[in-house]
């Protein structure tokens, strides 16, 4: 079964959490829920494994009675159920890989407070994570997964190590995603950031920082151009929508590809085909 029954890990660490109340949380989570998952992550330690998916919303082990709440109602929206049935549609849809599936309760108790995100999600070459609340609809659940499941489909036929992806390549990976979950579920379910900034604004900053840097080597060094940095000149979300746009205009010049064609084709010859080609020398 791709998704994986992780009720039964966190079953294990909520109990484990009420019994062993003089052991470090952090150290429970990391038995009980870490520990398990390197099955998928055979290369690190669990300790490494923790912090890696910390930055991408684990909760907070601190928090375990408020994740258990969360845990059981998620398990009444049948969470898993519409994880697996949209793997499964997609996955013929798409003609993509077989993966495993994780699903476990977000952080929402960290720093930003009440705007502490709902969601989030994590793509790997054979596993993708899913970072949950009990707040979100079904429609909410399906553009998450589609988004990461695109990614798995794009990881898989570049076959890159991360230290070997390129900028174009992270651009378009971003890219892909944000335009099939559009093309599947509308545009009602676009992330803001497709239209953030003007075409104008955003062509200046694709000539004067994209371009000279799309054979930049590293997923850790395309941090700034996709998130933005204030300090490199670089306004937030920036490299999203720009790898939205491509992905756009190709279609629009090209006509409608279909997205199990779509992210078959290189970085190169989307990025050539679409209003971002490179200038001709």
């Known amino acids: 079964m791709p998704v994986i029954n992780t009720q039964i890990v966190l079953e294990r660490f909520f109990t484990a959490s009420k019994e062993q109340i003089d052991k470090n949380p952090y150290a429970i ?35 375990w009675m408020e994740s258990k709440r969360v845990v059981e109602k998620m398990e009444k929206m049948n969470v ?9 549609l997609l996955k013929d849809l798409w003609g993509g890989p077989e993966v495993s599936i994780y ?36 429609e909410a659940i399906k553009t998450l997964f589609a988004h990461e499941y695109n990614h798995v489909c794009r990881l898989n036929y570049l076959g890159k190590a991360p230290a070997k992806i390129l900028l174009m390549d992270s651009l378009l990976i971003e890219g892909l995603a944000e335009f099939a979950v559009q ?33 930049l080597v590293g997923t850790d060094s395309h941090q700034p151009f996709l998130y933005g940095d204030t300090k490199k000149r670089l306004p937030k979300w920036i490299g999203y929508q720009i790898g939205y746009q491509i992905v756009a205009t190709y279609q629009q010049r090209n006509g409608f590809t279909a997205n199990n064609e779509l992210y078959r084709k290189s970085s190169e010859e989307v990025i050539a085909g679409s209003d971002f080609a490179l200038p001709k020398t």
């Open 80 to 88: 898993w159920q519409i994880v697996e049935k949209e793997y499964r």
């Open 29 to 63: 989570q990391c038995e009980y829920i870490c520990q398990p998952l390197l099955v998928s992550f055979p290369r690190i330690s669990p300790e490494e494994l923790q912090y890696e998916l910390f930055n991408h919303g684990l909760f907070d082990p601190l928090e």
């Open 103 to 138: 699903i476990l309760p977000i952080n929402t108790n960290g720093e930003m407070g009440e705007h502490a995100p709902v969601k989030n999600g994590v793509a790997y070459s054979g596993t993708l994570l899913l970072f949950l609340s009990d707040e979100l609809s079904s």
């Open 183 to 215: 093309d599947l579920y509308g545009e009602e379910f676009s992330s803001p950031w497709v239209n953030l900034y003007s075409y104008k604004k955003m062509m200046k900053i694709w000539k004067r920082y994209f371009l000279p840097s799309l054979n």
